[in-house]
C-alpha cells in the first residue's frame, strides 16, 4: 500500500529552527510537494522536489532522498506565524497525490 | 500560482437537506478541479476529480449519488451534497492544477455542519 509518515506534533521557539521529516511509500514518483495549513484555511503550496537534494526559498528549505524514500522540511528564524500545520504529499506513478496527515508545528515564545 | 474562489465559506443546513458547494478558478481555465474532504485534525481526502463536460471520477467509498459533482464550464465546478446527514460535516475544499509542477491550489474551503 502507499504510505505517507511524518510526525503529528511538534514544538520550537521562535527564533529558531525546525526540521519535519517525511517518509513515503508510495507506487512511483513524481514529485513531493509540502503544504502549510493554518487552522481553519485551506492549504497554501510551499515547494515541490522531483530530485534529489536541496530546494531553498527564503526561509523555507525541502530536502529530498528518492532512494531513502525521505525529505524534509526546514524552517529557519521561526516566527509566530509559522504555527501551523504542514502537510507532505508524494505524486505516485499516476499522478494522484498522496496525502500525509500533516505535522502540527507548535510555535513558542 | 492561480486564484480559487468558493462559496459558500460556510453554511449550517438541517439534516435531510441538500448543499450546494461552488468552486471558481479566477485566473485559470481548469479542464479539472479536486474535491477533498477534510475532517478535524485528519488529511486532506481526495473525493473526486471534476472534468469539464464529462462526469467526475469519483474515489473510492465516496458516493456518486449523494456528492454530486457538476463542471460545466472552465471555471466553476459545483459540489451538492445531498440529503446531508451530521456525519458529513466536514471542511470542503477544492483545487485546481495549473502548474508546471502539478502543484495544487486551493480555494479557501467551504465549513459544512449539518444538524
Known amino acids: 500500500g502507499q504510505n505517507i509518515d511524518q510526525p503529528t506534533e511538534m514544538t520550537a521557539t521562535e527564533g529558531a529552527i525546525v526540521q519535519i521529516n517525511c517518509t513515503y511509500q508510495t507506487s512511483g514518483f513524481n514529485g513531493l510537494f509540502w503544504y502549510q495549513q493554518h487552522a481553519g484555511e485551506a492549504p497554501t503550496f510551499l515547494s515541490y522536489?522531483?530530485l534529489d537534494g536541496l530546494e531553498e526559498k527564503g526561509r523555507f528549505s525541502s530536502f529530498l532522498s528518492r532512494s531513502k524514500g525521505y525529505s524534509y522540511l526546514l524552517l529557519k528564524e521561526l516566527q509566530m506565524k509559522d504555527s501551523a500545520s504542514y502537510l507532505c504529499?508524494?505524486?505516485?506513478?499516476?499522478?494522484?497525490?498522496?496525502w500525509g496527515a500533516g505535522t502540527k508545528l507548535i510555535i513558542k515564545p | 500560482g492561480a486564484v480559487v474562489s468558493q462559496h459558500p465559506s460556510r453554511v449550517i443546513c438541517k439534516s435531510g437537506t441538500s448543499v450546494k458547494i461552488e468552486c471558481r478558478s479566477l485566473d485559470f481555465q481548469a479542464t479539472t478541479m479536486f474535491w477533498y474532504r477534510q475532517f478535524p485534525k485528519q488529511s486532506l481526502m481526495l473525493m473526486a476529480t471534476s472534468n469539464e463536460g464529462s462526469k467526475a471520477t469519483y474515489e473510492q467509498g465516496v458516493e456518486k449519488d449523494k456528492f454530486l459533482i457538476n463542471h460545466a464550464s472552465l471555471t466553476l465546478s459545483t459540489l451538492t451534497v445531498t440529503s446531508a446527514h451530521p456525519e458529513d460535516s466536514s471542511f470542503y475544499i477544492c483545487?485546481?492544477?495549473?502548474?508546471?509542477?502539478?502543484?495544487?491550489?486551493f480555494g479557501p474551503g467551504t465549513r459544512l455542519t449539518v444538524l
Open positions: 504529499a508524494v505524486m505516485d506513478s499516476n499522478y494522484q497525490l498522496i
Open positions: 483545487s485546481v492544477s495549473p502548474g508546471d509542477y502539478n502543484e495544487q491550489f
Open positions: 522536489n522531483v
